[in-house]
């Protein structure tokens, strides 16, 4: 029998089970065609038909309004940070950036070589993770404001969604879309890197609103270009077709579990059972403010941090993988997207439990 692991992988991150047999079973023989779908055209009316589908069960599950479409590019995450810069600059070369951690930062590095930022702090007092309590100070003429809704790093989620009037939100959603139930049409533009909750890495999704498509920058390439992609189905040239066929495997997967609704339920009772086990312990600790705690991405510190590496690899020899932290914030990280199972994050909590009460 194999063995589980639980790989708790901030990203790329483990896929659900049920999709990765399923992508298996078909590898080399989809749809009975005796070829992989991999191989086929993206010109095909095969392969059209796979991306179309994936596009519609996306659209559903987060009940995307009409006025918007939905982009599958290349360049990840990070890509983005330039695209969606050079595709909203282009009339108004001012832009209002919340910074909330690490990622933000990096959206911002890229902005600044396209336009203006404005840089402002998404928290009050000093401890990096208080939310302020919507006072911003907001160029009522800007572009566009610019805000990651979940630090994958420090495992800050945003707890609302800016107030911004008629200036049109901007969300880096790579590390939380697709975890619960979402309002799209508080967003002008929604993007996320596929490797946490979507499939793998590389892709992108891109959902923007339709009078955001001609704001671009006229040097904005064309493999960037959201009006361009727009206007072929996000085929200007060939797409990452293998990973947009998983993604739409994915999305089907959240389907038969029950939509967004219920991977909310779950993922908040898989987040309340770890941070209620850390908050009640005296061996672990999670700094991050109750309000600005993330679902998804859990970091947390042994008190006695000469333990780290016992902990990492009995973890790792226990079957649950990953935990180290990021390097610039120390400690572990339990990155628990939709594809973690509770019995996951249970099976980390006991271990985490026995490991403490043996070195107590
Ligand atoms: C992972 C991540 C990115 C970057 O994704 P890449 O595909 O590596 O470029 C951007 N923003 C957030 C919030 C992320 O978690």
Redesign the pocket.
Known sequence: MEKTIYNFS??PAMLPVEVMKEAQAQFRNFNDMGVSVMELSHRSSEYIAVAKEAEQDLRDLLQVPDNYKILFLQ???????SALAMNLMGKNANADYIVTGQ??K??IAEAEKVGKVRVLNGFEGNDNTTPLAHHWDLDPNAAYVHY??????EGVEYPFIPETGEVPLVA?????ILSRPLDVSKFGLIY?????NIGP??L?VVIVRDDLLDQACPQTPIVMDYAAMAKADSMVNTPPTYAWYLAGLVFKWLKRQGGLEAMGERNKAKAELFYNYVDNSDFYSNSVHPQARSWM?IPFQLNDDSLNDAFLSQAQAAGLTTLKGHRSVGGMRASIYNAMPIEGVQALVDFMDVFAKQHS
Request: with cysteine; hydrophobic share 30%; charged share 10%.
């Open positions: 901030a990203g360049g990840g995450g990070r890509g983005q940070f990622w933000s990096s959206a990651c809704v979940n630090e994958t790093v880096d959603m790579s590390s939380t996320a890197g596929a490797q946490k890495s590389g992108a991405n």
